[in-house]
Nanobody, 124 residues
Framework: QVQLVESGGGLVQAGVSLRLSCAAS????????MGWLRQAPGKEREFVAA????????YYADSVKGRFTISRDIAKSTVYLHMNSLKPEDTAVYYC?????????????????WGQGTQVTVSS
């Protein structure tokens, strides 16, 4: 049973914008922090952005702060990642995840639930 469904990846040029979507099953959306992580080729998966479980707070990785914005539509149980001023170093598979946020020097998100991943490729 697929519980997190992502869409919106693609191949774009540097400097443009792209929006990713993650539609969640209602019980997951209502009871978990939700956000995005990404994994570039040859690198470990890294945190990108997340909402707290109640939606009151947002968290961003320093590398995307000021360029990416996370938003959500409660009625649709959907979380979005608005990516502006994309750079080649943003190239990665982006994963939607649901779980708990935590702080260990930087913010991150546990992956109790995962989407299938969507490829974002930014050409220079």
């Amino acid at each position: 049973q697929v519980q997190l469904v992502e869409s919106g990846g693609g191949l774009v040029q540097a400097g443009v914008s792209l929006r990713l979507s993650c539609a969640a099953s209602g019980h997951i959306f209502d009871n978990n922090a939700m956000g995005w992580l990404r994994q570039a080729p040859g690198k470990e998966r890294e945190f990108v952005a997340a909402f707290s479980w109640n939606g009151d707070s947002t968290y961003y990785a320093d590398s995307v702060k000021g360029r990416f914005t996370i938003s959500r539509d409660i009625a649709k149980s959907t979380v979005y990642l608005h990516m502006n001023s994309l750079k080649p170093e943003d190239t990665a598979v982006y994963y939607c995840a649901a779980g708990s946020t935590y702080y260990n020097g930087t913010y991150s998100l546990t992956g109790d639930y995962w989407g299938q991943g969507t490829q974002v490729t930014v050409s220079s």
